[in-house]
């Protein structure tokens, strides 16, 4: 299992971003999927997951401010940022379970990461 994420880049506090994170390859099926970040120097912690039936998860440093979504048809999970603040700055993972065969134990994948950067 591949992933491809995008939508990283730099914006001004305040502003808004939406990452993108595509899985690819042999897919049987896939579970949990979300994004982590990674400030630098710190350790990476989770932002927000979704269930396959859509129930979602965040972190308390940013709910009411990002919103977690997925495509199940397009293997996709995203990640609405917005009112963006300097300390959402690190860099961005996305994680999925999956499962690639029937009967398969579900692993977990990592995406290369993307960076946000947010400017006061």
């Known amino acids: 299992v591949q992933l491809q994420a995008s939508g990283g880049g730099l914006v001004q506090a305040g502003g808004s971003l939406r990452l993108s994170c595509a899985a690819s390859?042999?897919?049987?099926?896939?579970?949990?999927m979300g994004w982590y970040r990674q400030a630098p120097g710190k350790q990476r912690n989770l932002v927000a997951s979704?269930?396959?039936?859509?129930?979602?998860n965040y972190a308390d440093s940013v709910k009411g401010r990002f919103t977690i979504s997925r495509d199940n048809n397009k293997n996709t999970v995203y990640l609405q940022m917005n009112s963006l603040k300097p300390e959402d700055t690190a860099v961005y993972y996305c994680n999925v379970e999956a499962q690639t065969s029937l009967g398969s134990r579900a692993t977990n994948y990592w995406g290369k990461g993307t960076l946000v950067t947010v400017s006061s």
């Open positions: 979704i269930t396959s039936v859509g129930r979602s």
């Open positions: 390859g042999y897919i049987f099926r896939l579970n949990d």
